[in-house]
C-alpha cells in the first residue's frame, strides 16, 4: 500500500492524523486505560448480570448493573470501533445505578471482522432486547449512541466524545481497519442524518482535539441538541464523571431517562 493511501483508497492526510489520533495525543493513555479495567473489574465483584446474550456472536453479550424492574441506559464503548470490550467499562454504570437507573453495557463485534454498518446493526439488535430509556456511549460508542437516536430506537442520547462524521477517518491510518467508501461513510455519520424526535445531549473534553469538539458542537447545533466541554478533560479522562452519582454528567443522564432535558 503506497505511503500515501489508506486501507480505503482515500489519500492519506497527516494533519487529520493528528486530530484523530487520541492515543498520540495523550501520550499517558495506557495508565489511565488500565485504571479502567481495574476500576470496571471491581464493580463488577459487586454484583450484576454478566455476558448475557442478545445474538449469536461471542461478542453480542452485554452485562447488567441494577435492579432488574428499573428503566435500562445502554452505555457503548469506545476503541475506533476496532479495539477494546465491554469489560473495561463496567465502572461507567456506577453513577447511573445509584439513581436506581440500571445499566445494560453492551459489546459487539469489532473492524475489520466486521464492517461499521454490521456494527450498527449489532447495536440496534440489542436495543430491540433491553428498549433503553437513553443511550450513552463514548468515542465510537458516542457515534453508536447517536446513531441509535437517529435511527428513533432509543428517546434520548448522551454521547461523550463521539465521531459524528466519520468521512475524515478515510484519509487516516484509524481508517485502514473501516474500509470505507465515501458513500458508505456519509451514510454511517449522524452529522447528515436528519434531526431525530429524541433529545441530544453531547459532552467533549475541554482538553480533546479541535475537530473532535467542532464535532460535538456541529452535531448538537444541526439537531437543536445541547452541548458542553468538559474544562480540562482530554479523550480518556473525560469518561471519570461517570462514576459519580454527584456528577454533573450523571445528573445530565438521570434527568434523560426521565424525560427531561439535561440542562446544557
Known amino acids: 500500500m503506497s505511503e500515501s493511501m489508506t486501507g480505503s483508497g ?10 484523530y489520533d487520541n492515543p498520540a495525543l495523550v501520550p499517558e493513555h495506557p495508565g489511565i486505560i488500565a485504571g479502567w479495567a481495574r476500576d470496571a473489574a471491581a464493580y463488577r465483584e459487586r454484583g450484576g448480570r454478566l455476558d448475557v446474550p442478545y445474538g449469536a456472536s461471542p461478542r453480542e453479550r452485554y452485562d447488567r448493573f441494577g435492579p432488574d424492574d428499573a428503566p435500562v441506559a445502554i452505555f457503548i464503548h469506545g ?4 479495539k477494546l470490550d465491554k469489560s473495561f467499562f463496567s465502572h461507567c454504570a456506577a453513577g447511573l445505578v445509584a439513581h436506581g437507573v440500571a445499566v445494560a453495557v453492551v459489546g459487539y463485534e469489532l473492524c475489520p471482522k466486521v464492517t461499521l454498518r454490521r ?3 449489532q447495536i440496534r439488535s440489542a436495543c430491540r432486547v433491553l ?8 468515542s ?5 449512541s447517536a446513531m441509535l437516536l437517529a435511527a428513533g430506537d432509543v428517546p434520548a442520547a448522551l454521547p461523550i466524545s463521539g465521531v459524528f462524521d466519520v468521512t475524515p477517518l478515510r484519509h487516516t491510518r484509524i481508517g485502514d481497519a473501516l474500509a470505507l467508501a465515501e458513500g458508505e461513510a456519509r451514510a454511517l455519520s449522524p452529522m447528515f442524518m436528519p434531526p431525530p424526535a429524541g433529545r441530544l ?21 444541526r439537531w437543536s441538541g445541547t452541548s458542553e466541554e468538559w474544562p480540562g478533560a482530554n ?29 446544557g
Not at 10 to 19: G, I, S
Not at 79 to 82: E, K, L
Not at 236 to 244: E, G, I, N, S
Open 140 to 144: 465510537a460508542g458516542g457515534h453508536l
Open 119 to 121: 456494527i450498527v446493526q
Open 10 to 19: 482515500a489519500a492519506f492526510d497527516p494533519a487529520l492524523q493528528a486530530q
Open 235 to 263: 479523550h480518556f479522562t473525560v469518561l471519570a464523571p461517570l462514576a459519580d452519582p454527584d456528577g454533573r454528567i450523571v445528573r445530565q443522564a438521570v434527568a434523560l431517562t426521565r424525560g427531561r432535558p439535561a440542562g
Open 79 to 82: 476503541g475506533y470501533w476496532q
Open 131 to 138: 428498549r433503553p430509556v437513553l443511550a450513552f456511549g463514548h
Open 201 to 221: 445531549h453531547a459532552v467533549v473534553g475541554g482538553a480533546e482535539s479541535d475537530a473532535f469538539r467542532a464535532q460535538t458542537r456541529d452535531l448538537a447545533a
